[in-house]
Structure formats: structure tokens, C-alpha cells
């Protein structure tokens, strides 16, 4: 008997349609930097994820603009660096990094809304058009007459 979805243990679910394998997300642990107590001293708490994009099976468009959006997180190897040292504990430093990693797919997959052009009103234009005429009026009393 075959299940419904895929293997929960061998993939997760990122993002609407993004699948991926668990082994394709490389966690490592640091020691965190910052104000902490002894704890920051003798844990390594903070995570590092390390994701390539050719492994996420995205479509070209939705990779490109994962790219984009990763911007200086993005490696030379073509991998997403992302950390996380907010919390006191490596669980749920390592969720807060699939969760950016979640918010960055989620953002790419959106196609942006293509912009058209378009032209004025003719209302538009001469309503423009007679309020630069009325402050042009304004400026040119505040003149002093010719024949002073």
C-alpha cells in the first residue's frame, strides 16, 4: 500500500510545491557571538544552513528570483548561507533558518505583476494643465507692473 505524499522522513515540504530531500539541508553549529552568559561559551548554538539552489527543483523563473532575493547570502557555489543566533538553543535556531529559507521560497514563487503603461486621461492632462496656469497666475500678480 502505497502512501498519499511523499516520505515524510526522507523529504520535506518548504513551500507550496517545493519538496526537497533532507539530506539537500546541511546544518553545522557555532559557538554563538554576543551577550549570553556561560552558555554562549560552552554551546554552539548558532545554525548555518547551507542549501544549493539546483538541489530545491524549482523552475528557472521561481530560481532566478530566489536568487535575487538572496542577494549577499547567495555563495559563489551557487548555495543559500543562511544563520540564526537569535535563540539559546540549536532546535530552534535550526527552525528559524528553514523558516527564513521557507519565506524566501514563498516570496520567489510569486510571479511579479507585470507593469503596462499607460497614458493619461485627456481630464487628467487639463486638469494639470489649469492648475499650472492658476499658480502661474498667482506668481505673476505678485510682480510689479511694468509702468512703475
Known amino acids: 500500500m502505497s502512501s498519499a505524499g511523499p516520505n515524510p522522513s526522507k523529504r520535506l515540504h518548504l513551500a507550496p510545491g517545493?519538496?526537497?530531500e533532507a539530506r539537500a539541508?546541511?546544518?553545522?553549529?557555532?559557538?554563538?557571538?554576543?551577550?549570553?552568559?556561560?552558555?554562549v561559551n560552552k554551546r554552539s548554538t548558532k545554525a548555518v544552513l547551507r542549501v544549493a539552489v539546483g538541489d530545491l527543483g524549482l523552475r528557472p523563473g521561481v530560481?532566478?528570483?530566489?536568487?535575487?532575493l538572496a542577494g549577499h547570502r547567495l555563495t559563489g557555489d551557487d548555495e543559500i548561507l543562511l544563520s540564526s543566533d537569535e535563540h539559546r538553543s540549536q532546535r530552534r535556531n535550526k527552525e528559524a533558518c528553514t523558516d527564513i529559507l521557507r519565506a524566501l521560497l514563498v516570496e520567489a514563487s510569486v510571479r511579479p505583476k507585470i507593469r503596462r503603461p499607460t497614458k493619461p486621461t485627456r481630464g487628467s492632462v487639463e486638469r494639470r494643465i489649469d492648475s499650472k496656469k492658476q499658480r502661474s497666475q498667482i506668481k505673476s500678480r505678485r510682480k510689479r507692473p511694468k509702468d512703475w
Do not use: E, F, I, K
Open 18 to 20: 517545493v519538496w526537497v
Open 25 to 39: 539541508l546541511r546544518y553545522t553549529y557555532v559557538a554563538s557571538s554576543g551577550p549570553g552568559g556561560q552558555n
Open 63 to 68: 530560481a532566478d528570483r530566489l536568487r535575487a
